[in-house]
Nanobody
Framework: VQLVESGGGLVEPGGSLRLSCAAS????????PSWYRQAPGKERELVAV????????QYADSVKGRFTISRDNAKNTVYLQMNSLKPEDTAVYYC???????????WGQGTQVTVSS
């Protein structure tokens, strides 16, 4: 079982990044994926979540209107498009996949996003 994030990096304020999370070893389409982030000295927080079919999404208030979560079940991948990035978006971003039926969940290793001029 693996969740592998990619796409992080250094970007200037106002810039964009697209994170990807590739799943393997389990039935990705049966899971509800989400993105979390953790900044230094802070607790991990939920950023965005998407339903199994990709119809319903939810976002933290701090990213609404700037971030978009999406999924491609054919590619076993979930994405996070991040626009209008701010320095306060700097954090390690983690992919999570949760089975609502069993409450079993998996985590990726995280990818660093740094927003700085």
């Amino acid at each position: 079982v693996q969740l592998v994030e990619s796409g992080g990096g250094l970007v200037e304020p106002g810039g964009s990044l697209r994170l990807s999370c590739a799943a393997s070893g389990f039935t990705f389409s049966s899971y509800q994926p989400s993105w979390y982030r953790q900044a230094p000295g802070k607790e991990r927080e939920l950023v965005a979540v998407i339903s199994r079919a990709g119809v319903n999404t939810q976002y933290a208030d701090s990213v609404k209107g700037r971030f978009t979560i999406s999924r491609d079940n054919a590619k076993n991948t979930v994405y996070l498009q991040m626009n209008s990035l701010k320095p306060e978006d700097t954090a390690v971003y983690y992919c999570n996949a949760l089975s609502i039926a069993t409450m079993l969940q998996y985590w990726g290793q995280g990818t660093q996003v740094t927003v700085s001029s």
